[in-house]
């Protein structure tokens, strides 16, 4: 049986935790901490200068799908690439990013904002897209209305997700994931409340289940 694409991965999960690690020795104990709370997927972002060790540290194990966030330009990609990076993830729509990963065949979720740059998105050849920062952009009401003139593009909204609304958010056929930093804390990396870290992601991967 064939192994299940990048996509797929994420769909099935419906989270994608995004993570901001402060150092690499954090990386280790956090990716035990997500496998043992259920959800074995992870955004690294690069707004740390932890972000793409611990993105190769964490892309050794063969039970967990690591990607890399905040990528802003095609250097970060290719070095993201480099370290392991399964899937690149970015806040907004840069062409020259999207067009280097898909001639390298790396997965990669473009921010959007606005129907210009999901337009934008389709035009390169992208159909799920990150809606970024949701909350802010209006959320469930705003996602609804790009939804009626995109019908044939998956979301992932970040931003302002939380256990509280993330059911909310999964309920709309338009959204194939929700991404977030609630899950894994930079303060419980920094104190290493792994536990804790273990704790809210069995809790958010509970409330996905419980609104399947």
């Not at 932890?50 to 690591?66: F, H, P």
């Not at 904002?113 to 802010?136: D, H, M, N, R």
């Amino acid at each position: 049986m064939p192994q299940p694409t990048v996509h797929e991965q994420i769909a099935a999960h419906r989270l994608l935790p995004v993570i901001a690690i402060p150092d690499v020795a954090a990386a280790g104990p956090l990716a035990d901490a997500l496998v043992a709370g259920g959800l074995p997927v992870a955004e690294v972002t690069l707004r740390t200068e932890a972000g793409l060790a611990s993105i190769e540290a964490m892309a050794k194990r063969d039970d967990l799908l690591v990607g890399a966030g905040t990528v802003l330009t095609v250097d970060q990609a290719e070095r993201a690439a480099d370290a392991g990076a399964k899937f690149i993830v970015a806040p907004g729509t840069s062409p020259a990013v999207i067009e280097w990963c898909l001639k390298h065949d790396l997965p990669i979720y473009p921010g959007v904002a606005t129907p210009s740059e999901i337009t934008q998105a389709v035009t390169l050849g992208i159909y799920v897209v990150k809606f970024f920062p949701a909350e802010a952009l209006g959320g469930i009401k705003t996602l609804k209305a790009f939804a009626a003139p995109f019908s044939n593009v998956k979301f992932v909204p970040t931003g302002g997700v939380s256990t509280a609304n993330v059911a909310d958010y999964l309920a709309l056929p338009a959204v194939l994931a929700c991404g977030g930093s609630w899950m894994v804390k930079k303060d419980w990396l920094a104190e290493r409340k792994f536990d804790e870290v273990e704790r809210v992601t069995r809790e958010a991967v509970q409330a996905v289940a419980a609104s399947a």
